[in-house]
C-alpha cells in the first residue's frame, strides 16, 4: 500500500511540473511583441505560426495515423484561393472566408480521399503528389479566376468584429490564436476514442481491422481534419501577405511541411512545432555564411537526423503517455 501511495504522489508531480511550464510560455508568448522585436522578426515569428498550424495538421495523417501525404501544400493553395477570390469579388470579410476555406478544403480531401485512401503506403503518396500538381496546374493556368501566374494582388486585411488587422502585432496574436486552436483541437482528438483509432491504423492496419475498427471511415476523417487546418492556414497567409501566386504552394512547399514533421518527430505535436521552428528560423540565422548558406544547413539537417532518426522529439510522446497510463493502473490497483 505504502509503495502505491509513492508511486501516485510521483505521477501528480507530472501534471503539476507540465502545468507550470505551459503557463510560462503562455506568458512569454502573450508578452512576447512588448520585446524589443522589428518587423522582420515578427514576420519570420507569424511565418512559424503559419507554419506550425500546417505541421501539426500533417502530422495528425502522416505521424499520427501513418498515412504518408506528399500534397499537404495543395490544401494550404486551396484555402488561400479560396479566401483571396471571395475577398476580392465578394467582398467577403476574412471572418467568413477562413471557414469557407477551411472547409471548402476539407471537403475537397473528402472527396479525394475517398477513392485513395483504400490504398495503402507509397501508392496513396504518389496520389497526393499527382493531386498537388494538379491543383498548382489549374491555378497557374485558370487565368480568368485565380489571374494564373501573375497571382492575386491587394487582398483585404481581416476585419474582426469591426476591428482592422493592420500590425505586424495584431497579426502576431491572430496566428497565436489559430495556432492554440489547432493544437487544442488534435491534441483533444488524439485523446479521444477517434485518436486511438488513429493510432490503432498506424501501427498495424490489418490488426485494427480485425479489431472491428473502420479503417477506411476513419482514414478518411483524419485526412479531411487535416485539409481543415491547412485550409485555415492557406487563408490566413492569404490575408496576411495580401498576395499569392502558383509559386507558393509548390511540391516543394509539402516537402518542406513534411521536413518539419519528421525532423522533429512524427506523431509528436511538440516535436512539429520545434521542427518548424528550426526549418523556419534555421536558413535565416546561417545567412552570414553567403554562398554557403544552404549547404550548411543540409548539412546540419543531415548530422541531426543521422543522429536523432526518429526526429528531435520522437519517441518522448510515447513515454509521457505510457506514465500516464501507469498512472492509471496505479490508481485502479
Given at each position: 500500500m505504502e509503495t502505491i501511495i509513492k508511486k501516485l504522489d510521483k505521477k501528480k508531480k507530472i501534471p503539476k511540473a507540465k502545468a507550470a511550464l505551459l503557463g510560462s510560455l503562455v506568458l512569454v508568448l502573450l508578452l512576447l511583441p512588448l520585446f524589443?522585436?522589428?518587423?522582420?522578426?515578427?514576420?519570420?515569428?507569424?511565418?512559424v505560426g503559419i507554419y506550425m498550424v500546417?505541421?501539426?495538421?500533417?502530422?495528425?495523417?502522416?505521424?499520427?495515423?501513418?498515412q504518408l501525404s506528399l500534397g499537404h501544400a495543395a490544401f494550404y493553395g486551396i484555402g488561400a484561393y479560396t479566401s483571396a477570390i471571395l475577398s476580392m469579388r465578394f467582398g467577403m470579410s476574412f471572418m467568413i472566408t477562413a471557414p469557407i476555406a477551411a472547409i471548402l478544403s476539407a471537403f475537397v480531401a473528402l472527396l479525394l480521399g475517398i477513392p485513395t485512401l483504400k490504398l495503402q503506403g507509397a501508392y496513396f503518396a504518389i496520389v497526393t503528389l499527382g493531386f498537388s500538381e494538379i491543383v498548382r496546374i489549374i491555378a497557374l493556368n485558370w487565368i480568368q479566376l485565380t489571374r494564373g501566374p501573375m497571382g492575386i494582388p491587394g487582398i483585404a486585411r481581416p476585419l474582426i468584429f469591426g476591428y482592422q488587422i493592420?500590425?505586424?502585432?495584431?497579426?502576431?496574436?491572430?496566428?497565436?490564436?489559430?495556432v492554440v486552436i489547432t493544437y487544442l483541437?488534435?491534441?483533444?482528438?488524439?485523446?479521444?476514442?477517434?485518436?486511438?483509432a488513429f493510432s490503432a491504423i498506424r501501427e498495424?492496419?490489418?490488426?485494427?481491422?480485425?479489431?472491428?475498427?473502420?479503417?477506411?471511415k476513419y482514414k478518411i476523417l483524419s485526412f479531411t481534419i487535416a485539409a481543415f487546418f491547412a485550409g485555415l492556414a492557406g487563408s490566413f497567409y492569404a490575408h496576411y501577405i495580401t498576395y499569392i501566386d502558383p509559386q507558393s504552394f509548390t511540391f516543394n512547399e509539402s516537402i518542406q511541411i513534411l521536413s518539419m514533421v519528421v525532423l522533429g518527430g512524427m506523431g509528436n505535436m511538440w516535436g512539429a512545432m520545434v521542427g518548424t521552428i528550426i526549418l523556419v528560423i534555421a536558413p535565416e540565422m546561417l545567412r552570414f555564411l553567403e554562398d554557403y548558406r544552404m549547404v550548411m544547413y543540409g548539412a546540419v539537417l543531415i548530422i541531426m537526423m543521422l543522429t536523432r532518426p526518429q526526429g528531435i522529439l520522437g519517441g518522448i510522446q510515447f513515454k509521457l503517455d505510457r506514465e500516464e497510463e501507469d498512472h492509471h493502473e496505479t490508481a485502479r490497483s
Open positions: 524589443s522585436i522589428n518587423n522582420f522578426q515578427m514576420r519570420m515569428i507569424i511565418m500546417l505541421a501539426m495538421s500533417l502530422n495528425l495523417i502522416t505521424g499520427y495515423t501513418g493592420s500590425s505586424s502585432k495584431d497579426y502576431y496574436y491572430l496566428i497565436l490564436a489559430l483541437s488534435i491534441y483533444r482528438i488524439m485523446h479521444s476514442r477517434l485518436g486511438r498495424d492496419e490489418l490488426a485494427a481491422q480485425a479489431m472491428g475498427v473502420d479503417t477506411l
